[in-house]
């Protein structure tokens, strides 16, 4: 699902409009009708670039955040709002069925700040 970042009219404030016209509220969607000024436009469509810091810092996370299978897998499951500072825990896949957890960070956004099935992530080790 495919978002775009506007100021609320009533508040002027953030808020996050989906591609099916409904705005994103605390998480959920609601049901209020969209302004005349979707579909979002090419500059609106998404982050180019997502910069993301690891932890732990290590050359077995770094082969494995570097996969474009892993890349695909966040675009699929961040699909939506991300917000410098953001921080979530994932795991990786280390082989022969083993994971490691890792966590990450958005430390800068290219472009809107909506991951879509465009956005390009880069991955910066991170010593915590």
């Known amino acids: 699902m495919r978002y775009r970042q506007q100021l609320s009219v009533e508040t002027s ?3 996050f409009i989906s591609s099916d016209g409904q ?6 969607h609601t049901t209020e009708p969209l302004a005349a000024s979707w579909p979002m436009t ?16 290590d ?15 966040l675009r699929r499951t961040r699909d939506g709002p991300v917000t410098v500072g953001d921080e979530f825990e994932e795991f990786v896949n ?3 069925g083993t994971t490691r957890d890792v966590s990450l960070r958005v430390e800068d956004v290219v472009g809107t ?15 915590d």
């Open 13 to 15: 404030t953030p808020e």
């Open 23 to 28: 705005r994103l509220v605390d998480g959920t």
């Open 42 to 57: 090419a500059s609106e469509q998404g982050a180019e670039t997502v910069v993301l810091s690891y932890a732990p810092a």
């Open 59 to 73: 050359d077995r996370t770094a082969t494995a955040l570097d996969a474009e299978s892993y890349r695909a897998y």
């Open 94 to 96: 280390c082989g022969c």
């Open 113 to 127: 700040a909506v991951v879509t099935s465009e956005t390009r992530f880069i991955f910066e080790p991170r010593d």
